[in-house]
Nanobody, 126 residues
Framework: QVHLVESGGGSVQAGGSLRLSCEASGYSYGKNCIGWFRQAPGELREGVAAVNANDDSTVYTASVRGRFTISQDKSKNTVYLQMNSLQPEDTATYYC???????????????????WGQGTLVSVSS
């Protein structure tokens, strides 16, 4: 059974930083994509950042590029999202997500993800 367990959310002021962690289990972590989505109240869920655990390629949505960094520790089946220069518009519930079957090559596609964590809230005040 696939498990994605997030941690690291919280409340910060604008300009601050947070680091999210997601520990994955129950599938072949090193073969596929894992990443972060977010959903603000009243908004659709959007892809934020993803890494292909197979080849370390990364993708970011435009609004976070240069501020957020996704990384992974394959020995721990864990992916991280370092979020710097946080802004109020980054406020959302952040979800860890993964594609858990097959093997992926190249940058991840937001439509590939099939498993989801429970979410962790990030709140940024101005």
């Amino acid at each position: 059974q696939v498990h994605l367990v997030e941690s690291g959310g919280g409340s910060v002021q604008a300009g601050g930083s947070l680091r999210l962690s997601c520990e994955a289990s129950g599938y072949s972590y090193g073969k596929n994509c894992i990443g972060w989505f977010r959903q603000a109240p009243g908004e659709l869920r959007e892809g934020v950042a993803a890494v292909n655990a197979n080849d370390d390629s990364t993708v970011y949505t435009a609004s976070v590029r240069g501020r957020f960094t996704i990384s992974q520790d394959k020995s721990k089946n864990t992916v991280y999202l370092q979020m710097n220069s946080l802004q109020p518009e980054d406020t959302a519930t952040y979800y860890c997500s993964a594609r858990t079957s097959g093997t992926h090559y190249g940058p991840c596609d937001w439509n590939l993800f099939t498993a989801w964590g429970q979410g962790t809230l990030v709140s940024v005040s101005s």
